[in-house]
C-alpha cells in the first residue's frame, strides 16, 4: 500500500504515531472545518493515529470519520460510544498498516459518560503492533478505574511492541493513573502540553511505548493550522527498530 506521504506505509524501520483530540472538527473559533483536520493529519504524516472526539458530521456524502480516512488513504476503525441525537460520537484509529485484529472495550463507569479504548493488532514489517487508544473519563476515581482495565489488556497481549495513546485527561503530574502507566511502560515522566491548543500547558494527551528502546523522539505539532482547527494539539512519536 501506497500512503498519502508517497512512501510505502511498511517500508524502512521507522514508524510514526500520533494522538489527536479533534473537538468532532470544530476548531477554536467554533467553526466546523474538517479541512483543517484532514491538513493537520496529512502534516502530521503518521502510519497510525489514535483519534478522540470523532463525532458523526456528514461531510459531502461521507460520515466525518470516513471523510478522514479516504482523505489521507488511511483505514478507519470506529469506536463509537454514545449517540448523540442521530450523530455516533467517540474514539477512533487511522492507520496505513494491515489490520490484524480489532478489540473495542468498554471503560463506562456508573453515572459516567461512556468511555472506551480501541484493541487494535496491526502488522509492522512481520512485527506484530498492539495499539490501545483511548480518551479517559473526567473523574480521578473514574480514571485509576480505566486504567486498572487497560493494564489487563497489556499484560495479556503477545505484541512485539505496545503502543499505548490517547487523551489521557489527567492534570496532576504526580497522579497514580500516570505513576502506573510510567511504571509499566518504563518509560521516565515527560511532558507534552497540548492543551489549550493556542497556547498549551497541559499535558492531557500521552503516548507510551514498550519496549522503550524503540522509542526514537516524541513532540507536540504545533503548526499553524493545528493551533486553530481543534482545541487540542497532536503529539506525535517516532519508533525506530
Not at 502510519?47 to 466525518?64: F, K, M, R, S, T
Not at 509492522?124 to 473526567?138: D, E, I, M, P
Not at 473514574?142 to 497489556?154: D, K
Not at 495513546?165 to 504526580?174: S, T, V, Y
Request: charged share 20%; aromatic share 8%; glycine share 6%.
Amino acid at each position: 500500500m501506497v500512503s498519502v506521504y508517497g512512501e510505502s506505509a511498511n517500508s524502512g524501520m521507522r514508524l510514526t504515531v500520533a494522538t489527536y483530540n479533534i473537538h468532532a472538527g470544530v476548531g477554536v473559533d467554533g467553526q466546523f472545518q474538517p479541512g483543517r483536520i484532514v491538513q493537520v493529519l496529512q502534516e502530521l504524516k503518521a502510519n497510525i493515529i489514535a483519534l478522540q472526539e470523532v463525532e458523526h458530521h456528514a461531510v459531502g456524502d461521507h460520515d466525518l470519520l470516513d471523510y478522514l480516512a479516504i482523505e489521507t488513504k488511511s483505514t478507519a476503525i470506529a469506536g463509537p460510544l454514545l449517540l448523540r441525537g442521530t450523530r455516533d460520537y467517540g474514539n477512533a484509529l487511522l492507520t496505513t498498516l494491515p489490520v490484524l485484529s480489532i478489540n473495542r472495550v468498554d471503560l463506562s463507569l456508573p453515572k459516567c459518560e461512556p468511555r472506551g479504548a480501541l484493541d487494535v493488532v496491526l502488522n509492522w514489517n512481520g512485527l506484530r503492533v498492539q495499539v490501545v487508544a483511548t480518551h479517559l473519563g473526567l473523574r480521578c476515581w473514574e480514571r485509576r478505574s480505566q486504567v486498572r482495565r487497560l493494564l489487563s489488556l497489556f499484560d495479556s497481549s503477545a505484541a512485539d511492541i505496545t503502543i499505548f495513546m490517547g487523551d489521557i485527561n489527567e492534570w496532576f503530574f504526580a497522579a497514580p493513573t500516570l505513576r502506573w502507566l510510567h511504571g509499566y511502560f518504563q518509560q521516565r515522566p515527560a511532558t507534552y502540553a497540548t492543551y489549550p491548543a493556542r497556547l498549551p500547558v497541559v499535558a492531557l494527551d500521552r503516548i507510551w511505548l514498550r519496549p522503550k528502546s524503540f522509542l526514537a523522539d516524541m513532540a507536540v505539532h504545533g503548526s499553524s493550522t493545528a493551533r486553530a482547527a481543534s482545541d487540542h494539539l497532536p503529539l506525535k512519536a517516532i519508533i525506530e527498530r
